[in-house]
């Protein structure tokens, strides 16, 4: 039988749990920023494996998802043009093709999939190459050499991860638009370089600071939450697990950051939306 | 007033005092009341069986662990959990550390591994690193397996790299776990070599923690005990680390 007591305990538990979580990654976060300051210092002569670390993390993360995140763009970018192309003008909204691709493709669709895409592949597998590392003492091993695992292993993931999610965002974006309409040229025979047109009047200064805030808001949420979850694992059992937890908590962080940008900044971020709020 | 003078004098001088250290864990008590302390120059074995706490002890006595012991550990006269972060991992980067599993970075080849410790503490240059580093590996005899990852390596292998990578900073201390598992004859024999050249330097000191009754014997440390959750000093080890142990324990 299920008490009253167990519910609230329980509950307790969790919200301890989650609370702890925040703040250590809230730590981890900040460590890892003090340590990247500390190796652009021009007088620091340590750590000379950063270099070799960030490359290695930019070679996994972003030039080996090329493809991939290729192909995706080009069939979430056909998608939306052709059901566009095929749809607005029965709603009189015709002419509002290359906002519609601004809004949808750019700010929206390519840095939410390309997120998902990056932590499916790449923060996942941090996350258990980390837990297997610990498992396998070689994390203690660093500890006993005198070297952090912060400097060593999180703040090059760091900053190879945020390098890689903004040139795969950029990336994502031209393919879904050049790629899909030529996807979309291919099937229903639009005027390709009228649409093209459009599409990237529409495109502002604006936009290619939001996709940057973006990219490097994302490249921050899984690098530290993978690198967080990898490094608290105890014994072998737990690598799954963690893997799994860093999958979630990274898209719900995500979303939470979100939220709170958009509470936050509303009025600055759409400015489109003013006819309807004052 | 003068005891406690003098003592506070004597310690000092070690640069590894393990005071009364108690360890359980999960209800199962590993170690009582062990203490011993070792100055430069002191090279130590403790025989101790396997399954027992071996590593655990090991890694409380490099202050790898603060949390799962009662009793003190001070390296170089204070105690390491008083220690800064920052100060604890300079003072780290003159300690070498060989794992029982070899414990060597698996996306890391065996170059990358020895040249790890270097490139992370040291104010040389990559290409001075590259060559104490490719000395290091033709000394070792390790030329052919130099750009091999750690997961192609033989037990042997690894256990000479991780030795390699210990003792490639030149250290002050060194703390062997379990050094010789796993070891074929002819690597048994190039480790002990190579760990009592390390013994011959000046002012170093070694703390061996093994099972291997002809390991300890081929090196010829000062050997103690650990039988029944203590530390026993047999009668027979009249030197120096048995002379400053029992010197702290009157003190």
Known sequence: MIRFFDITENAGNVMITLYRNVIHMIFLWSDTVVSLLTVLNPFYKGNK???????????????????LIGVIALMCGGTVIIQAINNMPNFGVGEYFGKLLKIFVVREIGPIVTFLLVMGRSGTALTAYLGNMRVNKEITALEAMGIRPVDYLVMPTFVGMVLSMICLNFYFAIIAIVGGLAVAEMTIHIPYMIYLQKAFASISLFDVYFILFKSIISGMVISIVSCFFGL??????????????SFVVSGAIRIVIKVIVIAAFFKLLF???KAFFG | MIKKKQKIENISNY?????????????NLLCEDVSFALMPGDHFTILWKDGLGKSTFMEICTGLTSTKYQGTVKHYGKNVKHYANDVIMK???KIGYVFQNGALISNHNVFDNIALPLRYHSQKTNREIDNIVQ????????????????EMLTTSQSKIVAVARALVVNPDILFLDEPSLGLDHESFDFIVERLSEFAQRKNTITLMLTKSLSLSKALQFPIAVFYNQKLTLPKSCGNQVSRTTKQQQQA
């Open chain 2, 135 to 150: 000395e290091m590996i033709v000394a070792y005899q390790i030329e052919d397996i130099q750009f091999l990852l750690p």
């Open chain 2, 15 to 27: 640069s590894i005092e393990v005071d009364k250290v108690t360890c359980t864990i999960d209800n």
């Open chain 1, 232 to 245: 608290s694992v105890n014994n072998i059992r737990e690598v799954s697990m963690v893997v799994i937890k």
């Open chain 1, 49 to 67: 494996s950063f270099r070799r670390q960030v490359s290695f993390q930019i070679l996994f993360t972003g030039v080996e998802a090329f493809w």
């Open chain 2, 91 to 93: 003072l780290r980067s």
């Open chain 1, 271 to 273: 400015p489109e939306a």
